[in-house]
């Protein structure tokens, strides 16, 4: 199946109207059981506002509660819109573009932005890991000097399956104390874990899982099936999105846009699936 263009995408939400009913529909759909009167019932369209009514007590339904869309009085097809261009790149959309291609306050698209990326994050979740995995951390934005770490700098932790997926997590700092839940709680007992020499991953071997390690301190990078470059491979495209696109994360958001990547890396293999996906799934 090949992903949708855009003369597809306008033929399919040529409209406000058209954009709310596919909400309905992946939804709640026709024949549903009205909360009100408990009825199986056909459900109206609204012009008033965004809802369908309930053909036996008019109770009213609303489509866009609980979604990105919710407090939102821009244009549903602007939102569907910006999703939709969200799903076509792989280095992500900037607040600037955002406002270009829909024509509205820079604001509003930073807004939006933010809430799509949030979305593409609850859509993709997080999976327990297993088999053989990947563990790394990495520093994003301030800056170095000297030493490890940096000025300004934000901890970023990821876990890369090599099977394919991957989940990160920002974190405030890289010891024990604060990595190993996360990967007792991501990565089952049993699978492979291969790292880097950081002490934090030391006790990995006697916790339930087959670790191994190479010394980057001393210039190995792989031994064998033993390696981190494919989760490093992953932190370059990473930055290097951010730097394109963005050019400056705060700490404060970098979680959104981790979310986006994560998202976006773990559907690579089936990018055309992006988009129906996050028009028909809303977690809560």
Sequence with gaps: MKSQTIQQFFKQFPTDESCLAHLFDVRFGQGHVCPKCERSAKWYPLKSERAYSCQWCGHHLHPTVGTLFEKSRTSLQLWFYAIYLFTKTRSGVSAKELQRQLGVTYKCAWRMGHEIRKHMAQVDGDAPLDGEVEIDETFIGGYRKGGQGGKGKTVLFGILDRDGKVMTKV????????????????????????????????????????????????????????????????????????????????????AKYAGEFEYRFNSRNHPEKMLPELLSVFPQ
Aim: with cysteine; aromatic share 8%.
């Design 171 to 254: 974190v405030p700092d890289r010891t024990v104390k604060t990595l190993y839940p996360i990967i007792s709680e991501n990565v089952k007992f049993g699978s492979i874990i291969h790292t880097d020499e950081h002490r934090a991953y030391s006790s990995l071997g006697t916790s339930g899982y087959e670790h191994h390690a190479v010394n980057h301190s001393k210039k190995e990078w792989a031994r064998g099936t033993c390696h981190t470059n494919t989760i490093e491979g992953y932190w370059s495209r990473l930055k290097n999105s951010i730097n394109g696109t963005h050019i400056h994360v705060s700490g404060k958001h970098l």
